[in-house]
């Protein structure tokens, strides 16, 4: 029987019926980077600083001082594609960072080195458009869940609060007309969407924060960033801003067989309440 625990995690993937009990999925990735240091800090001293908060962001100093919140602050090694981030301790969640779009750069996802496109001082990762003449748009999506290595499961582990940075230079906004960042359940549900449009941003170069703390009993399943980017004129470029100072907390998603250990506890306890009474 499929729990109301569990159900939203069989609606996000669209699967129906308990033969659809394997909700890992293959995935193309470049390299897996296991076990990053993980800083307590988005946006510290000495490199690019945030000059622009994205509207109804919640505060990077309270994500900062959650329980558990550990930030990325190094892609090393990172290549063009689908990436993953893994951790050797199972109650932290593991990252896949992939791109779609109308006009992505095969450089999307690759290790961005250059000190004016991150945050932290050692490395992002690239969102690059392909540059086309055309109004065109590039998306990346960041997943939380759990990878075994050769496919990645987006339903064991999710995540309560999510934050991270996007810069570039001047000219990389020539061409941007907005970036939007969705904060998805685990059911695929909106929780949150920040904007910035890119009449805000043109002028110099900029660092966006983009962050969301769940309610209750929310949690946050994926990020969907999509850069809409306006069709081509005069000497303007492609599109080039880089991800960097990824945090997040953890929030471990129970088994089906916990649900049932759990309620024969609480069975337990009532029988022993009542031979009590």
Sequence with gaps: ????????????????GIGAILLAVPAVHAITLTDPTLAGTIDPTGA???TVNAGS????STLEGLSGFGVIQSFTGFTGG?????FTDTSRADLQLSFSGTGVNSASGSELTNAGYVTSGLSGTRLVSDNRTSAHNVIQTIDFGSWNGSTFDSTAITT???GFTLTGLTANFDRLGSISASFLSDSG???STQSVSGTTLTGSSQSIYFGFQASGSDTIGSVVITLNINAKVASEGQVILGLDDL???TSSIPEPSSY?????????GCVVFFRRK
């Design 1 to 16: 029987m499929i729990t109301p625990q569990i159900r939203p995690y069989f609606t996000r993937l669209g699967l129906v």
């Design 48 to 50: 690019s600083d945030i």
């Design 57 to 60: 962001s919640t505060a990077k």
């Design 82 to 86: 689908t990436n993953q981030i893994a």
């Design 160 to 162: 309560t609060a999510v």
């Design 189 to 191: 549900s909106v929780l």
């Design 247 to 249: 945090g997040f907390t």
């Design 260 to 268: 049932a250990a759990l309620a024969g506890l609480l069975s337990l």
